[in-house]
Nanobody
Framework: QLHLKESGGGLVLAGGSLRLSCLASERTFSSYAMGWFRQAPGKERDFVASINWSGTKTIYADSDSVKGRFTISRDNAMNTMYLQMNSLNSEDTGVYYC??????????WGQGTHVTVSS
């Protein structure tokens, strides 16, 4: 059973950067497409970005809110996926989750890491 654990969240000033990590418990991590999601206070969880198993294809949310500022990547040798977030603003505040794509649905959700952007 694949278990995922996010880390790297915290309090950051507007305009700052954070790098989130998602550590997987199993070597099978390298066979999964992976994704980042976020849930702002009082809102539903939204897709942020995804990456295929080899790291050669990435997809970002259609919204201009993340494109050009966030970068998803992975290191299969380390069983870890990353989300580099730059130029953070208050709208990026929320809980960030990682998940693995199991056939056609996102599964194996982590418990999330909190990101708070202060202006």
């Amino acid at each position: 059973q694949l278990h995922l654990k996010e880390s790297g969240g915290g309090l950051v000033l507007a305009g700052g950067s954070l790098r989130l990590s998602c550590l997987a418990s199993e070597r099978t991590f390298s066979s999964y497409a992976m994704g980042w999601f976020r849930q702002a206070p009082g809102k539903e969880r939204d897709f942020v970005a995804s990456i295929n198993w080899s790291g050669t294809k990435t997809i970002y949310a259609d919204s201009d809110s993340v494109k050009g500022r966030f970068t998803i990547s992975r290191d299969n040798a380390m069983n870890t996926m990353y989300l580099q977030m730059n130029s953070l603003n208050s709208e990026d505040t929320g809980v960030y989750y990682c998940a693995a794509l199991e056939v056609d649905s996102w599964s194996h959700w982590g418990q999330g890491t909190h990101v708070t952007v202060s202006s």
